[in-house]
Nanobody, 126 residues
Framework: VQLQASGGGWVQTGGSLRLSCAAS????????MAWFRQTPGKEREFVGG???????INYADPHWGRFTISRESGNLVHLQMNNLKPDDTAVYFC?????????????????????WGQGTLVTVSS
């Protein structure tokens, strides 16, 4: 099983980036997928996630209105980030779990996710 994250890069304050995560090796169409981010010395934090269908999306409070998650298929999820700030600089990880089983529940704890992508670096300059 592999989760491949892409789309990271360098952008100026106020700019936008779109991250994508493609899963392969098994189907996650019944389960939640999410985005986390991490900076050196800090714990991995929940950015937002999608339930199995994409019909239920949840975001961590600081990202409401700036970030948009969309689920294109059972194994493909995107993170559109607008109005980026230097504090958004981090390595962004996509994750998938195999417990929610068609529910609307979107876990926010990293320990609830069994599969992780390799991370993609987002750098926002001031």
């Amino acid at each position: 099983v592999q989760l491949q994250a892409s789309g990271g890069g360098w952008v100026q304050t106020g700019g936008s980036l779109r991250l994508s995560c493609a899963a392969s090796g098994r189907s996650f169409r019944r389960y939640a997928m999410a985005w986390f981010r991490q900076t050196p010395g800090k714990e991995r934090e929940f950015v937002g996630g999608s339930n199995w269908s994409g019909g239920s999306i949840n975001y961590a409070d600081p990202h409401w209105g700036r970030f948009t998650i969309s689920r294109e298929s059972g194994n493909l999820v995107h993170l559109q980030m607008n109005n980026l700030k230097p504090d958004d600089t981090a390595v962004y990880f996509c994750a998938a779990e195999v417990h929610s089983d068609y529910s609307d529940y979107i876990p926010e704890n990293p320990s609830d996710y069994e599969y992780w992508g390799q991370g993609t670096l987002v750098t926002v300059s001031s």
